[in-house]
């Protein structure tokens, strides 16, 4: 056995996850492909790419000290910040001995006989583990669609998931974007202040919100600061991992007036506050449409041409059942000249040519294309890696019907593998390092668990699998979720199976059914 365990990904998962398995007294080596650490904030460097959680919220909790001294320059952080903030937590607790970079893992292969796993990244010796963690991030493989001609296109095609490092310049530019989900909405301002010209080619409008976004009041930053510990608490308890003080009312309990009221005081706070305006909003469809045309009706207010404005207007999905975005200045940046929005539903995307895009028979010449078109989502990295268990059974095999977990952590037939933030638990759909911390913190509870009582694996049972797939499933179908083609859904990448992968009944109810799990012997799995 080369190390007790091997964590794949240097994230925000991999990296809290080598934390606390040295802090509990295990060997661990991380294996990451990138070529420092970050995750998903060292891929996408794309130009306004920011975190939609406030930063103070958006990052970790486990250290007192950590978040005493770490000062956030903005209410909404950009990527270069957030990832300078996880190198220094690489820095500070010493982790970068324990990880090798550029290592792309490629296979891992459980061999029941020794209970242990053999990792396999090219150019390295393979490494034998007892255990196998997959911190491999849910939105880490970016989907490049398959859209004719692109290999013919004469200038630089970036996707916002793969940004190179070196400086892109836009300046002087005519530059294409095709999508408009968080992505796209984010880099379109900030392309059109460098571009000459910039056209946006939209499939389908989205939901999206102001962030409000600026520097941190460092008053009200002393105020977090000071209340540190409570404020993590009632993120930790609440549903979805960032406590924003849901209202208990629903929709139609009050007027007219008395809901325009809250939705304008909760727009006015930025972000995801409109989110909490009532509790029904995602169950209730006639509740929805309230806190749509809201939204619309502000689309309408800040876009200038009707006709643009009209394109923009998001129709056809629940609010919330794609991701909301957090913008600055995204429908504003559509009343400046030199930007253009060609609305593929009217005008489809016939091609790409050499010099630019053909949609509804009209080129748009371009110099660089953005491909803001998003990733293969909570599956995708996983498929990606010759995953073994228990007699060969292969994980993409396992999972083609959509994936299959016991509480998003383990999987029948591959022992000794956990998943972090993964497919089956609540994850994409609250704050991602909330959840990672909760994950990561029961993970190496288990671990510890089976060492003191001398155990050598772990393995989800067939039946508490199944049980957690229908629960995940009957969850999700009693909301409105499912009603949008959504990446949630895996919906985005042609023929994947289309299963709404993640736990909607918000992280607080699921620690407790996590949590009672590890009460219970671990209820649910087999433990040798
Ligand atoms: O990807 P998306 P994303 N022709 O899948 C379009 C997180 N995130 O990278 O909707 C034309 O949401 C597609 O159109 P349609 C966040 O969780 C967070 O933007 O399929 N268009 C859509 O408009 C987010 O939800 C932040 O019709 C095509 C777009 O591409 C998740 O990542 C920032 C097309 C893809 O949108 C993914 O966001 C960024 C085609 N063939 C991301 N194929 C934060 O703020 C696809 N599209 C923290």
Redesign the pocket.
């Given at each position: 056995m080369d190390v007790d365990a091997v964590v794949i990904g240097a994230g925000f998962a991999g990296l809290y996850m080598l934390h606390e398995l040295r802090a509990r007294g295990f060997s661990a080596r991380v294996l990451e492909a990138g070529s420092d650490v970050g995750g998903t904030w060292y891929w996408?460097r794309y130009p306004g790419?920011?975190?939609?959680i406030e930063s103070v919220d958006y990052s970790y909790s486990f250290s007192e000290s950590l978040q005493q001294e770490w000062e956030w320059s903005e209410r909404y952080s950009a990527q270069p910040e957030i990832l300078r903030y996880l190198s220094h937590v690489a820095d500070r607790f010493d982790l970068r001995r324990d990880i090798t970079f550029d290592a792309r893992v490629t296979a891992a292969h459980f061999d029941e006989g020794a209970a242990c796993w053999t990792v396999h990244a090219p150019g390295l010796p393979p490494l034998v583990s007892r255990f196998c963690i997959m911190a491999t991030g849910c939105?880490s493989v970016p989907q490049v669609?398959a859209?004719p001609g692109l290999g013919d296109f004469h200038g630089p095609v970036h996707h916002?998931?793969n940004w190179p490092e070196s400086d892109v310049d836009f300046s002087g530019r005519a530059v294409g974007v095709?999508?408009?989900?968080?992505?796209?909405i984010?880099s379109i301002p900030v392309i059109a202040r460098q571009a000459a010209r910039l056209t946006v080619?939209?499939?389908?409008p989205?939901f999206s919100v102001p962030a409000f976004n600026g520097p941190l009041d460092p008053d009200e930053f002393r105020e977090v600061k000071a209340r540190y510990r409570e404020r993590r608490e009632a993120n930790r308890a609440s549903s979805g991992g960032v406590d924003r003080a849901t209202n208990e009312q629903n929709t139609f309990d009050v007027d007219e007036d008395q809901r325009l009221h809250e939705f304008e005081s909760r727009w006015g706070r930025g972000g995801f506050h409109l989110l909490g305006s009532y509790a029904d909003i995602m169950v209730d469809q006639r509740a929805n449409d309230e806190v749509a045309e809201f939204v619309r009706g502000k689309i309408r207010e800040v876009v200038h041409d009707p006709a643009t404005a009209e394109a923009l207007l998001p129709r056809g999905h629940p609010l919330g059942s794609?991701?909301v975005?957090?913008d600055t200045g995204y429908f504003e940046a559509y009343n400046q000249d030199h930007v253009t929005l060609v609305d593929?539903r009217r005008s489809p995307?016939e091609t790409i040519t050499a010099r630019g895009v053909r949609a509804g028979g009209v080129e748009h010449e371009l110099d660089s294309l953005v491909l803001?078109?998003?990733?293969d989502a909570m599956t995708g990295a996983l498929d990606r890696i010759d995953v073994r268990g228990r007699d060969g059974c292969e994980l993409a095999e396992a999972w083609s019907g959509g994936p299959a977990t016991y509480l998003g952590l383990g999987v029948a037939g591959f022992p000794n593998m956990f998943v972090l933030a993964g497919p089956g638990s609540p994850s994409?759909l609250t704050n991602m390092v909330t959840s990672i911390e909760q994950h990561v913190q029961w993970t190496a509870g288990c671990v510890d668990h089976l060492r003191r009582n001398g155990y050598r694996s772990i393995e989800a049972t067939e039946q508490a699998q199944h049980d957690w797939v229908e629960h995940v499933r009957e969850l999700a179908a009693e909301t409105l979720f499912p009603k949008a083609?959504s990446?949630y859904l895996g919906a985005?990448v042609p023929g994947k199976q289309q299963v709404f992968m993640p736990y909607v009944g918000g992280l607080d109810l699921y620690e407790e059914t996590c949590d009672a799990v590890a009460a219970n012997d671990y209820r649910g799995f087999d433990l040798k």
């Amino acid at each position: 056995m080369d190390v007790d365990a091997v964590v794949i990904g240097a994230g925000f998962a991999g990296l809290y996850m080598l934390h606390e398995l040295r802090a509990r007294g295990f060997s661990a080596r991380v294996l990451e492909a990138g070529s420092d650490v970050g995750g998903t904030w060292y891929w996408n460097r794309y130009p306004g790419a920011r975190c939609d959680i406030e930063s103070v919220d958006y990052s970790y909790s486990f250290s007192e000290s950590l978040q005493q001294e770490w000062e956030w320059s903005e209410r909404y952080s950009a990527q270069p910040e957030i990832l300078r903030y996880l190198s220094h937590v690489a820095d500070r607790f010493d982790l970068r001995r324990d990880i090798t970079f550029d290592a792309r893992v490629t296979a891992a292969h459980f061999d029941e006989g020794a209970a242990c796993w053999t990792v396999h990244a090219p150019g390295l010796p393979p490494l034998v583990s007892r255990f196998c963690i997959m911190a491999t991030g849910c939105l880490s493989v970016p989907q490049v669609p398959a859209l004719p001609g692109l290999g013919d296109f004469h200038g630089p095609v970036h996707h916002t998931g793969n940004w190179p490092e070196s400086d892109v310049d836009f300046s002087g530019r005519a530059v294409g974007v095709i999508g408009t989900g968080s992505s796209g909405i984010q880099s379109i301002p900030v392309i059109a202040r460098q571009a000459a010209r910039l056209t946006v080619f939209q499939r389908t409008p989205n939901f999206s919100v102001p962030a409000f976004n600026g520097p941190l009041d460092p008053d009200e930053f002393r105020e977090v600061k000071a209340r540190y510990r409570e404020r993590r608490e009632a993120n930790r308890a609440s549903s979805g991992g960032v406590d924003r003080a849901t209202n208990e009312q629903n929709t139609f309990d009050v007027d007219e007036d008395q809901r325009l009221h809250e939705f304008e005081s909760r727009w006015g706070r930025g972000g995801f506050h409109l989110l909490g305006s009532y509790a029904d909003i995602m169950v209730d469809q006639r509740a929805n449409d309230e806190v749509a045309e809201f939204v619309r009706g502000k689309i309408r207010e800040v876009v200038h041409d009707p006709a643009t404005a009209e394109a923009l207007l998001p129709r056809g999905h629940p609010l919330g059942s794609k991701r909301v975005c957090v913008d600055t200045g995204y429908f504003e940046a559509y009343n400046q000249d030199h930007v253009t929005l060609v609305d593929l539903r009217r005008s489809p995307l016939e091609t790409i040519t050499a010099r630019g895009v053909r949609a509804g028979g009209v080129e748009h010449e371009l110099d660089s294309l953005v491909l803001a078109t998003g990733f293969d989502a909570m599956t995708g990295a996983l498929d990606r890696i010759d995953v073994r268990g228990r007699d060969g059974c292969e994980l993409a095999e396992a999972w083609s019907g959509g994936p299959a977990t016991y509480l998003g952590l383990g999987v029948a037939g591959f022992p000794n593998m956990f998943v972090l933030a993964g497919p089956g638990s609540p994850s994409v759909l609250t704050n991602m390092v909330t959840s990672i911390e909760q994950h990561v913190q029961w993970t190496a509870g288990c671990v510890d668990h089976l060492r003191r009582n001398g155990y050598r694996s772990i393995e989800a049972t067939e039946q508490a699998q199944h049980d957690w797939v229908e629960h995940v499933r009957e969850l999700a179908a009693e909301t409105l979720f499912p009603k949008a083609a959504s990446w949630y859904l895996g919906a985005n990448v042609p023929g994947k199976q289309q299963v709404f992968m993640p736990y909607v009944g918000g992280l607080d109810l699921y620690e407790e059914t996590c949590d009672a799990v590890a009460a219970n012997d671990y209820r649910g799995f087999d433990l040798k």
